[in-house]
C-alpha cells in the first residue's frame, strides 16, 4: 500500500514551469500576442518618426548665408507692397457697406511673398490670416473693406451662401474655449462658450454666422481659422487680381466656386 501509495503521488505532481517552481504555464491568447506585436510596430514606428521630426527641424533651424543681394531683393519687395497698398487705398474707391449685396465675407488666405511689409503683416494677424489656405468669416463694413484692400494682393475674398457656410462650418469648424482648440462635436462646449449670446448647438452657430447676427463678433472669434485643402490647380498668381485672370482679390459671388474646390 505504501508503493502504492507513492505511485499516485508521483502521478499527480504538476510538471516543473520556468524558473523551475512547479506550476502550470501561463496560457496567453493569440490576440493579446497580436497585439503585443502592433503596440511593439507602433512604438518602432513612432520612434523613427519622431527622430525624424528632429531632424527635420535641425535641418529648417541651420544658419543660412545670405548674400547682401538677397537682404536688398527682400527690401524693395516689402517697399514696393508697401507703395502699391498707399496707391490702391488712394486711387481705389468702396463702396459703402449698405450697398453690398452681402454682409457676409469669406476671405483665404493665398500663397504669397515670405517677405511681407510690417504693416500689411500686422493686418493679416489682426483677420487672422496668417497661414496659407486659411479662411475666416468677415462682416462686411467700411473698415473690413479698407483692411481687406491693403492686403489684397495675398488673400482672395468674396460674399458665401448658406449652403457654403454650412459646408465649412460642419466639416471643418473647429472652436476655442479655454485656450484650447476642439472639433464642432459636442453642443454642451458650444453652450458653454456661446450660452450667454443664445447660441448653444451647432445650428445656432451657423445662422448667427450666415445671418451675420447681434453676435457674429463673438461667434467669428470663437470660431478658428477654417484649414481647407490645396486645389489642383495651386493658387499661384499671387498678386494678379481675379478679374485680370489672377487669383487675388475680390471674386463676389463667384467666391463659392473656390470654397466648393477647398472644402
Not at 495675398?154 to 479655454?178: A, H
Amino acid at each position: 500500500m505504501v508503493n502504492g501509495g507513492e505511485d499516485e503521488a508521483s502521478r499527480t505532481v504538476p510538471p516543473l514551469a520556468l524558473g523551475g517552481t512547479t506550476g502550470e504555464l501561463a496560457f496567453v491568447k493569440e490576440t493579446v500576442l497580436k497585439k503585443r506585436k502592433e503596440n511593439a510596430d507602433w512604438a518602432l514606428r513612432n520612434r523613427e518618426r519622431k527622430a525624424e521630426k528632429r531632424q527635420r527641424i535641425r535641418a529648417e533651424n541651420k544658419v543660412i548665408v545670405k548674400r547682401p543681394e538677397d537682404f536688398v531683393t527682400a527690401f524693395r519687395n516689402k517697399e514696393r507692397d508697401f507703395l502699391r497698398m498707399r496707391t490702391r487705398l488712394k486711387v481705389r474707391k468702396q463702396p459703402p457697406a449698405e450697398a453690398l449685396s452681402s454682409k457676409l465675407i469669406f476671405a483665404i488666405r493665398i500663397p504669397g511673398s515670405v517677405d511681407l511689409h510690417p504693416h500689411i503683416r500686422k493686418i493679416l494677424r489682426k483677420l487672422r490670416l496668417t497661414k496659407v489656405l486659411t479662411g475666416v468669416f468677415l462682416k462686411a463694413t467700411e473698415l473690413t473693406q479698407k483692411r481687406l484692400l491693403v492686403i489684397e494682393p495675398f488673400i482672395t475674398y468674396g460674399f458665401p451662401n448658406l449652403k457654403n457656410v454650412k459646408e465649412l462650418i460642419y466639416k471643418k469648424g473647429r472652436g476655442f474655449l479655454d485656450k484650447e482648440p476642439f472639433p464642432l462635436t459636442s453642443n454642451d462646449l458650444i453652450e458653454k462658450a456661446l450660452g450667454d449670446h443664445g447660441i448653444i448647438c451647432l445650428e445656432d452657430l451657423v445662422h448667427e454666422i450666415a445671418t451675420v447676427g447681434p453676435h457674429f463678433k463673438d461667434a467669428s472669434k470663437f470660431l478658428m481659422p477654417i484649414k481647407l485643402k490645396c486645389p489642383e490647380r495651386r493658387l499661384q498668381m499671387k498678386k494678379r487680381p481675379y478679374k485680370d485672370g489672377g487669383d487675388s482679390g475680390n471674386r463676389g459671388d463667384k467666391i463659392n466656386e473656390l470654397i466648393e474646390k477647398l472644402n
